[in-house]
């Protein structure tokens, strides 16, 4: 039924202004970004204040936000898709450590609060600006991570959405894991 060409015809029909198509893509590629956003939020803890289908839907009014994006094809539609996961993560990270600060918020004994969450989003924001710094230099290794720790894609998903090999994406993987181990625990 979900066909990979489908995707990626509809998905150039919508780019071209066939709202129709966005319709029909819609079905075919709600699975998998349920699955992106379901291993996204397990990362993110039981106590994470969004809930995956508030991801998603988010993540699809992004995406519809998306004018002059030209859609290449199923694998350049699910790299977006990770990098508006990532963003809108993250945004909700920041919000929390802001509201942890005290932005307005009811004063609460330090006995009666759990914030088990607050030290995932403090590792979010911090992952966050190490990518930041990866992608200055190294702006392949950083989609890679994109792709695979946000989005949820495959080696072959990655490698195919950026027109390299699946060995190279493996062993950029490797590195930027590496790199951003190092970076963050300094």
Do not use: C
Request: proline residues 2%.
């Amino acid at each position: 039924m979900e066909s990979r060409t489908e995707i990626s015809e509809l998905l150039a029909a919508w780019s071209d202004g066939d709202q129709n198509a966005f319709e029909e893509v819609l079905p075919l590629v709600t699975n998998q970004l349920r699955q992106m956003a379901h291993a996204q939020m397990r990362r993110e803890g039981e106590n994470h204040i969004l809930q995956t289908t508030a991801l998603i839907n988010e993540a699809y009014l992004k995406i519809i936000e998306q004018k002059n994006v030209r859609w290449e094809n199923r694998s350049h539609f699910f790299a977006i898709a990770s990098k508006v996961m990532r963003r809108i993560l993250l945004d909700h990270a920041k919000a929390r450590l802001r509201d942890k600060r005290g932005a307005g918020a009811a004063h609460v004994e330090l006995k009666e609060a759990e914030d088990i969450s607050t030290e995932k989003s403090m590792q979010l924001v911090a992952l966050d600006a190490a990518l930041e710094q990866l992608a200055k230099f190294d702006p392949i290794k950083s989609q890679i991570v994109e792709m695979r720790h946000f989005g949820g894609m495959t080696v072959e998903e990655t490698a195919e959405a950026l027109g390299i090999a699946p060995i190279t994406v493996m062993r950029y993987w490797n590195l930027a894991k590496a790199w951003l181990h190092r970076e963050i625990t300094g």
